[in-house]
């Protein structure tokens, strides 16, 4: 059994991994039921997904169809007065949709307890909780996929975090998707026998990345609405420079967030609102192929599947040095890997890719070759699998 807080059609990073191992492992002859949240009201509470069976629990944000802290403040977004009262009622009510997701994920556990052999918590916050309380009901193992670096701080937002953090440290086994999660995980007290390396996974596409000399489309991909984390930012502040360079240049922005605020930031940086195009969340499959470099400026990531996407279908790979990405590139080699919030840093490697297209191309050969060797979604299922049967011997 897989929890997992975001699972289909809900779009999110673990949502679409949990996604894609659950289908790898059922092709494998696997019998995979996913427990997740029921975001909007429309969705069944029971459904089968390509054969997977999904078990969708009622929560408050079902009510309104989006995360209720997220609708109160587009309700009073524009009242001052207000600001303040919606944030506290925002988070009142964070605090009883999750424990109302808790309760009935644990619940559903247990009905199904007959059906389950391991319990698979697709994030290590506060569902790592209920899934090890799952986990101590049915007397089965549960192992914790660790996707964002220092993913157990987020227990800090609740209550008895404390309480949490040593009941998850004390029960269960861990899967860390890069190397700096695995330090992370070891550095905070887990034993190193009880964590097992298994990266994210794509599906390889057919087509590739074929850009024309004449195309300086920059492309961003990644849900800009958790404050500066994404590092977006700093990618608009080095697009003048690029510009001025290349005036053909412009950025492409794929994802979910709140445009206002760069828009205050391209005045300031005197760009114009044709060069930085917003989107929206779109299909990223024809960017992938016609763009001319991806950038991932992200001030911390657990491991970006956008990357290993744009990577997949070959295309040229700008990324901070970060969680992740310093795994998967090879700098000058198959990626550029950048320092976090460096522009001016960030200015040069454009420059320098868009002056010399041979080396780009090279990287993004490379780049399609390493995703095609090390990152394809049936090595990181059999992985899971053989992690799987470790734990179930070992019990």
């Known amino acids: 059994m897989m929890l997992t807080h975001h699972y289909f059609p809900h779009v999110g990073g673990n949502g679409v991994q949990c996604k894609l191992l659950a289908e790898e492992l059922y092709k494998s002859g696997f019998k995979i039921t996913i427990v997740t949240k029921k975001h909007m009201r429309s969705l069944p509470s029971y459904d089968a997904v390509n054969g997977i069976d999904v078990h969708r629990i009622f929560c408050l944000s079902a009510l309104f169809n989006k995360s209720v802290p997220e609708y109160l403040l587009m309700t009073f977004s524009g009242r001052v007065s ?14 009883a949709d999750e424990l109302i997701f808790v309760i009935g994920a644990c619940i559903r556990t247990v009905s199904l307890k007959g059906k389950i052999d391991i319990i698979h918590v697709h994030q290590s916050h506060w569902i790592a ?4 309380i799952s986990a101590r009901l049915t007397k089965k193992p549960v192992l914790i996929k660790d996707a ?3 993913g157990l701080n ?3 937002l609740m209550p008895f975090a404390g309480i949490m953090r040593k009941s998850i440290k004390n029960t269960a086994f861990f899967a860390a998707i890069s190397s700096d999660i695995y330090t992370s995980l070891v550095s905070s007290g887990i034993q190193e026998n009880r964590i097992f390396r298994a990266s994210n996974g794509v599906q390889m ?16 991909v990644g849900n800009f609405n958790q404050g500066k984390i994404k590092g977006l930012d700093v990618l608009v502040q080095a697009i003048p420079a690029v510009i001025k360079e290349y005036p053909a240049a412009r950025l492409i922005v794929l994802g979910k967030g709140d445009t206002s605020l760069f828009f205050d930031l391209m005045a300031e ?15 990223t499959r024809d960017y992938y192929q016609k763009c001319a470099v991806f950038v991932l400026p992200s001030r911390s990531e657990g491991m970006s599947n956008a990357l290993l996407e744009a990577m997949s279908y070959g295309m040229t790979c700008v990324s901070t040095n970060v969680s992740g990405s310093n795994d998967i590139i090879v700098n000058k080699f198959n990626g550029i890997l950048i320092e976090p919030d460096n522009v001016r840093q960030l200015e040069n490697i454009l420059i320098d890719l868009f002056s010399d297209r041979e080396f780009s191309a090279q990287l993004g050969k490379n780049a399609r070759e390493t995703i095609f060797r090390n990152y394809q979604m049936d090595k990181t299922a059999r992985r899971y699998a053989d992690i799987y049967k470790i734990i179930l011997e070992n019990k």
């Open 129 to 132: 909780f209920c899934g090890v």
């Open 154 to 156: 987020e227990l800090n």
């Open 269 to 283: 940086n005197n760009i114009r609102r044709d060069k930085i195009v917003f989107m929206g969340r779109q299909e």
């Open 148 to 150: 964002t670096l220092n």
């Open 82 to 95: 207000l600001k303040l009262l919606s944030k506290i009622v925002a988070r009142l009510f964070f605090y």
């Open 205 to 220: 596409p057919s087509l590739m990345n074929k850009v024309s000399k004449d195309n300086f489309d920059i492309i961003f």
